[in-house]
T-cell receptor, first 116, second 113 residues
Framework: AQSVTQLDSQVPVFEEAPVELRCNYSSSVSVYLFWYVQYPNQGLQLLLKYLSGSTLVESINGFEAEFNKSQTSFHLRKPSVHISDTAEYFCAVSDKMIQGAQKLVFGQGTRLTINP | NAGVTQTPKFRVLKTGQSMTLLCAQDMNHEYMYWYRQDPGMGLRLIHYSVGEGTTAKGEVPDGYNVSRLKKQNFLLGLESAAPSQTSVYFC???WGTGTGEQYFGPGTRLTVT
């Protein structure tokens, strides 16, 4: 079974600074990888995903994540953060269940706090 | 499309009371899931369903029951609530096969006193 480790539970940064949120998963077999974002008092929204092809994937709000198969990592980065990026970020990996279905295994989450 | 909706948004129960949380999706997804979210523990899968009339246990099923009588609805029941079930509950849905990408509801915050 897959497992996901988010290496930082909290990351405080100043506005306009760069940020990296780290994520490692357990298996080197072919996987689908996701980053979800949860703004305060809301549900989870998909931020970006890696399915295949280019190892660098981007979101519409300036985040990017790089799939590194040899290091089994999928770190999330943004070159310049904004106050509105304050949220909790969850890394997830797909895993097979019975009947060939996929499920998501989530990391513990990283709380990103942007200070002015 | 409303996507995934959950009712109620908030609820306070006394120990031993029962309640049902309702999840509805309008995307014709086959698969539906119930998670609980607790601080520092991410999301943990309670139960899931791979189609109408089917349910299966996830990581933390004890104390919960589920039913999927209609494809668009997935109900989570607590028969005898305990303080350990104080949590935020999220419902999600997906196509199931394929990438596994899931679509989440806004959550239900449950407090058991």
């Amino acid at each position: 079974a897959q497992s996901v480790t988010q290496l930082d539970s909290q990351v405080p940064v100043f506005e306009e600074a760069p940020v990296e949120l780290r994520c490692n998963y357990s298996s080197s077999v072919s996987v689908y990888l996701f980053w979800y974002v949860q703004y305060p008092n809301q549900g989870l929204q998909l931020l970006l995903k890696y399915l295949s092809g280019s190892t660098l994937v981007e979101s519409i709000n300036g985040f990017e994540a790089e799939f590194n198969k040899s290091q089994t990592s999928f770190h999330l980065r943004k070159p310049s953060v904004h106050i509105s990026d304050t949220a909790e970020y969850f890394c997830a990996v797909s895993d097979k269940m019975i009947q060939g279905a996929q499920k998501l295994v989530f990391g513990q989450g990283t709380r990103l706090t942007i200070n002015p | 499309n409303a996507g995934v909706t959950q009712t109620p948004k908030f609820r306070v129960l006394k120990t031993g009371q029962s309640m049902t949380l309702l999840c509805a999706q309008d995307m014709n997804h086959e698969y539906m899931y119930w998670y609980r979210q607790d601080p520092g523990m991410g999301l943990r899968l309670i139960h899931y369903s791979v189609g109408e009339g089917t349910t299966a246990k996830g990581e933390v099923p004890d104390g919960y029951n589920v039913s999927r009588l209609k494809k668009q609805n997935f109900l989570l029941g607590l028969e005898s609530a305990a303080p350990s079930q104080t949590s935020v509950y999220f419902c999600a849905s997906s196509w199931g096969t394929g990438t596994g990408e899931q679509y989440f509801g806004p959550g239900t915050r449950l407090t058991v006193t």
